[in-house]
C-alpha cells in the first residue's frame, strides 16, 4: 500500500495527514499525539476514525497541523482521517457518514462590524 494523503479543515486550521500501513504510530508536527494533544478528550478525537471502522493499530500516521486552536486542529485530524479511512476501504464510509465525521464544519468566526466592539456586541450607550 502506498501512502494516501488527505486534508481536513476545521475554522482556520488545516490538517494535512499521511496514512500508511504500520503499528498505529500517530506522529504530529514531528512529536507523539500524547505530547501534542496532551488531553484524552483530543486524542479521543483524532482516534475515532480509527476506532468505528476497527483499524487502531493497523496504520502510521504523519500529520502537518496549522492554524486555528486545539479543539479545531484536532478536528481538522479527524475529518482528514476520515477520508483517507474512506479512501483505503469504500465500506467505511457507511460507518463514518452517519456518526457525522466526513461532514466539513462549516462555521466560522463572524467579522467585526465597525462601529461596534465586537461582531455583534455594541459599545456601551449612556444617556447623559
Known amino acids: 500500500m502506498e501512502v494516501v494523503h488527505k486534508i481536513g479543515r476545521r475554522k482556520t ?16 508536527n514531528k512529536r507523539d499525539l500524547k505530547d ?8 479521543y478525537k483524532v482516534k475515532q476514525p480509527f476506532a468505528l471502522t476497527g ?22 485530524v479527524r475529518l482528514a482521517l476520515s477520508r483517507a479511512m474512506c479512501e483505503i476501504n469504500e465500506e467505511n464510509r457507511t460507518v463514518l457518514k452517519p456518526e457525522g465525521l466526513l461532514t466539513r464544519d462549516p462555521r466560522m468566526v463572524e467579522r467585526k462590524k465597525f462601529g461596534q466592539k465586537k461582531a455583534r456586541k455594541k459599545f456601551q450607550f449612556s444617556k447623559r
Not at 15 to 24: F, H, I, N, Q, T
Open 13 to 28: 486550521a488545516v490538517a494535512r495527514v499521511y496514512l500508511s500501513e504500520g503499528k498505529g504510530n500517530i506522529t504530529i
Open 36 to 43: 501534542y494533544f496532551t488531553t484524552a478528550t483530543l486524542q
Open 55 to 76: 483499524n487502531e493499530d493497523a496504520y502510521d500516521v504523519k500529520v502537518n497541523v496549522y492554524g486555528g486552536g486545539i479543539t479545531g486542529q484536532a478536528e481538522a
